[in-house]
Protein backbone atom coordinates (compact mmCIF):
# COMPACT_ATOMS: atom_id res chain seq x y z
CA UNK A 1 0.00 0.00 0.00
CA UNK A 2 1.35 3.53 -1.57
CA UNK A 3 1.19 5.87 1.82
CA UNK A 4 2.03 9.04 -0.43
CA UNK A 5 -1.39 9.40 -1.89
CA UNK A 6 -3.10 9.62 1.54
CA UNK A 7 -0.90 11.90 2.62
CA UNK A 8 -1.36 14.29 -0.40
CA UNK A 9 -5.22 14.15 0.44
CA UNK A 10 -4.72 14.67 4.04
CA UNK A 11 -2.31 17.37 3.22
CA UNK A 12 -5.05 18.58 0.48
CA UNK A 13 -7.57 18.31 3.80
CA UNK A 14 -5.71 19.72 6.19
CA UNK A 15 -5.18 22.67 3.78
CA UNK A 16 -9.35 22.96 3.34
CA UNK A 17 -9.55 23.29 6.56
CA UNK A 18 -7.21 25.86 7.50
CA UNK A 19 -7.86 28.09 4.57
CA UNK A 20 -11.35 27.76 5.81
CA UNK A 21 -11.08 28.52 9.24
CA UNK A 22 -8.36 31.81 8.29
CA UNK A 23 -9.87 33.21 4.51
CA UNK A 24 -13.31 34.26 6.42
CA UNK A 25 -11.14 36.54 8.34
CA UNK A 26 -9.91 37.95 5.42
CA UNK A 27 -12.93 39.26 3.36
CA UNK A 28 -14.07 42.58 3.12
CA UNK A 29 -17.45 41.56 4.50
CA UNK A 30 -15.72 39.76 7.77
CA UNK A 31 -13.55 42.45 8.13
CA UNK A 32 -15.70 45.05 8.71
CA UNK A 33 -16.34 45.53 12.34
CA UNK A 34 -19.13 46.03 14.27
CA UNK A 35 -19.89 50.00 15.00
CA UNK A 36 -18.32 51.32 18.16
CA UNK A 37 -21.16 52.87 20.16
CA UNK A 38 -20.09 55.33 23.37
CA UNK A 39 -22.11 56.58 25.91
CA UNK A 40 -21.39 60.28 26.39
CA UNK A 41 -24.10 61.40 28.98
CA UNK A 42 -27.68 60.13 30.51
CA UNK A 43 -29.63 62.75 31.76
CA UNK A 44 -33.28 62.22 33.84
CA UNK A 45 -35.54 65.16 32.49
CA UNK A 46 -37.50 65.98 35.70
CA UNK A 47 -39.98 68.08 33.82
CA UNK A 48 -40.86 64.58 31.66
CA UNK A 49 -41.12 62.21 34.44
CA UNK A 50 -39.69 58.79 33.07
CA UNK A 51 -37.96 60.41 30.53
CA UNK A 52 -34.07 60.46 29.81
CA UNK A 53 -32.14 62.47 27.31
CA UNK A 54 -29.30 60.21 26.31
CA UNK A 55 -26.03 61.46 23.96
CA UNK A 56 -23.79 58.91 22.46
CA UNK A 57 -21.41 58.67 19.41
CA UNK A 58 -21.63 55.82 17.22
CA UNK A 59 -18.49 54.68 14.67
CA UNK A 60 -18.91 53.21 11.54
CA UNK A 61 -15.96 51.46 10.30
CA UNK A 62 -15.61 51.00 6.44
CA UNK A 63 -18.30 48.94 4.83
CA UNK A 64 -20.47 48.72 7.94
CA UNK A 65 -24.47 47.72 7.45
CA UNK A 66 -26.34 47.58 10.54
CA UNK A 67 -29.44 45.15 11.18
CA UNK A 68 -33.08 46.86 10.51
CA UNK A 69 -34.10 48.23 14.27
CA UNK A 70 -36.01 50.93 15.65
CA UNK A 71 -35.01 53.18 18.68
CA UNK A 72 -38.29 53.37 20.50
CA UNK A 73 -37.03 57.15 20.76
CA UNK A 74 -36.86 60.71 19.33
CA UNK A 75 -33.32 60.28 18.01
CA UNK A 76 -31.34 63.51 16.54
CA UNK A 77 -28.39 62.84 14.67
CA UNK A 78 -25.12 64.96 13.39
CA UNK A 79 -22.39 63.77 11.43
CA UNK A 80 -19.22 64.67 12.53
CA UNK A 81 -17.01 62.58 9.89
CA UNK A 82 -17.46 60.55 6.37
CA UNK A 83 -20.46 59.25 4.79
CA UNK A 84 -23.51 57.73 6.43
CA UNK A 85 -26.67 56.38 4.64
CA UNK A 86 -29.70 56.68 6.51
CA UNK A 87 -33.30 55.71 5.92
CA UNK A 88 -36.34 54.94 8.05
CA UNK A 89 -39.34 52.80 6.83
CA UNK A 90 -41.70 54.85 3.84
CA UNK A 91 -38.78 57.60 3.76
CA UNK A 92 -36.49 58.26 1.52
CA UNK A 93 -32.57 56.80 1.50
CA UNK A 94 -30.31 59.88 2.15
CA UNK A 95 -26.42 60.26 2.40
CA UNK A 96 -25.15 62.30 4.80
CA UNK A 97 -22.03 64.18 5.60
CA UNK A 98 -20.09 66.30 7.98
CA UNK A 99 -22.16 68.92 9.79
CA UNK A 100 -25.28 67.05 8.62
CA UNK A 101 -28.36 65.97 10.42
CA UNK A 102 -30.99 63.37 10.56
CA UNK A 103 -34.18 62.62 12.76
CA UNK A 104 -36.28 59.62 13.92
CA UNK A 105 -39.24 59.18 15.56
CA UNK A 106 -39.94 56.47 18.17
CA UNK A 107 -42.19 54.75 15.40
CA UNK A 108 -40.05 55.30 12.88
CA UNK A 109 -38.15 51.47 11.49
CA UNK A 110 -34.51 52.47 10.73
CA UNK A 111 -34.34 49.92 7.26
CA UNK A 112 -30.78 51.66 6.31
CA UNK A 113 -28.08 52.17 8.46
CA UNK A 114 -24.68 52.17 6.89
CA UNK A 115 -21.16 54.06 5.91
CA UNK A 116 -21.47 55.01 2.90
CA UNK A 117 -17.57 54.31 2.31
CA UNK A 118 -15.61 51.11 1.90
CA UNK A 119 -12.47 52.87 2.71
CA UNK A 120 -13.18 55.57 5.04
CA UNK A 121 -14.54 55.48 8.54
CA UNK A 122 -17.61 57.65 10.08
CA UNK A 123 -18.48 58.95 13.22
CA UNK A 124 -22.01 60.71 14.70
CA UNK A 125 -23.55 62.22 17.69
CA UNK A 126 -27.04 60.83 18.59
CA UNK A 127 -29.03 62.86 21.16
CA UNK A 128 -32.08 60.45 22.60
CA UNK A 129 -35.35 61.21 23.99
CA UNK A 130 -36.52 57.87 25.50
CA UNK A 131 -38.07 56.34 28.43
CA UNK A 132 -35.45 55.78 31.59
CA UNK A 133 -33.56 52.89 31.34
CA UNK A 134 -35.35 51.72 27.63
CA UNK A 135 -32.25 50.14 25.30
CA UNK A 136 -30.78 52.22 22.78
CA UNK A 137 -32.21 49.89 19.86
CA UNK A 138 -34.57 47.02 19.32
CA UNK A 139 -33.78 44.69 16.53
CA UNK A 140 -36.65 44.59 14.00
CA UNK A 141 -37.50 41.34 12.22
Same mark, same amino acid.
Given at each position: ??????????????????????????????????????????????????????????????????? @? %?????? *?????????? $???? !???????????????????? @? %?????? *?????????? $???? !????????????
Amino acid at each position: MNKAPCLMILGAIAASVLLARWAPAASPAAAAAQAEVKQLMTQPLPDLPGKEGMMITVSYPPGYVGA @I %HRHDAH *AFVYVLEGSI $VMQV !KGGPELTLGPGDTYYENPTD @I %HVVGRN *ASDTQPARFV $VTLL !KNQGAPVTTPVR
